[in-house]
C-alpha cells in the first residue's frame, strides 16, 4: 500500500534547463496539490489537478511552471529555463477527495539550479 | 491573503516537560489541520479539527480548534525526544470543492532534550 510516490528525491539542474518533477498519488487518490517549501517558510500551494483537469493554478508563477495530471501515469511539475530563485523543496499531496480533511504528502524533490 | 501565524517559531525544553504551541488567524477557517515534518520528508497528518471548540486527543498531544474557528493549539504533555520535529498548522479557507489548497504557517521548530 504505497503512499504519494515523488520522484526525483533530489535533482539538480543548470540554470536555463528545465525540470520535470513526477508525482503519484495514493491508490485510490484522485486529487492532487503540489506545493513549495522554501527554506524558513512555510509551504505555498501551488497548484490543484484532478485527473486531466486543473482545478486552481492561483499559486503557479505566470511563466515557466506547468503542471498536468494525465489519465494516465504520474502528475508532472514542469519547471522551464530554471533559475536559482527556484531552488526549494516541491511536495506533491493527493486526497481521496477534497483536501479539506488532510492530505498525504510525498517525501518531496529537493530542487537545486547551479 | 490569509495568514497563519504560529508561535512559538522555535522551541527548545528537557524531556517531561509540558509545551503547547499556537496557531492563529484573522480568518475563519472551516477546517485546520495539524502536520509534523522532519528533516528530508514530507509532512505527515496528525490530525483534522472542523467543529468551533472541538477539542481531539492522540495520546499525549491534545489540539483544540477555537470557537470562532480562527485559532488552534497543539499542547504536549510529557515531551519525548521522539516528539522532535517541525509542527505545522494548515487552514482549509472552503468546506468543500478543495479549491485554493491549503494555507500553512511557518511551522514551530520543537527540540526535545533528553
Known amino acids: 500500500n504505497a503512499g504519494v510516490m515523488q520522484n526525483p528525491r533530489h535533482l539538480v539542474r543548470r540554470r536555463g534547463q528545465e525540470a520535470r518533477l513526477r508525482c503519484s498519488p495514493m491508490?485510490?487518490?484522485?486529487?492532487v496539490y503540489w506545493y513549495r517549501q522554501l527554506p524558513e517558510e512555510g509551504l505555498k500551494f501551488m497548484v490543484y489537478?484532478?485527473?486531466?483537469?486543473?482545478?486552481?493554478e492561483s499559486g503557479m508563477p505566470k511563466e515557466r511552471f506547468s503542471a498536468e495530471f494525465p489519465k494516465e501515469g504520474p502528475s508532472i511539475l514542469r519547471i522551464q529555463q530554471v533559475v536559482r530563485g527556484d531552488s526549494a523543496a516541491y511536495f506533491c499531496?493527493?486526497?481521496?477527495?477534497?483536501?479539506?480533511?488532510?492530505?498525504?504528502f510525498g517525501s518531496g524533490t529537493r530542487l537545486t539550479v547551479v | 491573503t490569509q495568514l497563519l501565524e504560529q508561535s512559538p517559531q522555535f522551541l527548545s525544553i528537557q524531556e517531561g516537560e509540558n509545551l503547547t504551541v499556537y496557531c492563529n488567524s484573522s480568518?475563519?477557517?472551516?477546517?485546520l489541520q495539524w502536520y509534523r515534518q522532519e528533516p528530508g520528508e514530507g509532512p505527515v497528518l496528525l490530525v483534522t479539527?472542523?467543529?468551533?471548540?472541538e477539542v481531539k486527543k492522540l495520546k499525549r498531544l491534545t489540539f483544540q480548534f477555537g470557537d470562532a474557528r480562527k485559532d488552534s493549539s497543539l499542547h504536549i504533555t510529557a515531551a519525548q525526544p521522539g516528539d522532535t520535529g517541525l509542527y505545522l498548522c494548515?487552514?482549509?479557507?472552503?468546506?468543500?470543492?478543495?479549491?485554493?489548497?491549503?494555507?500553512f504557517g511557518k511551522g514551530t521548530h520543537l527540540i526535545i532534550q533528553p
Open positions: 491508490k485510490g487518490h484522485s486529487h
Open positions: 494548515a487552514g482549509a479557507k472552503s468546506s468543500g470543492g478543495g479549491a485554493d489548497g491549503l494555507t
Open positions: 479539527v472542523v467543529t468551533g471548540g
Open positions: 480568518s475563519v477557517f472551516s477546517s
Open positions: 489537478l484532478q485527473k486531466e483537469n486543473i482545478i486552481d
Open positions: 499531496a493527493s486526497s481521496h477527495g477534497a483536501g479539506n480533511y488532510g492530505y498525504t
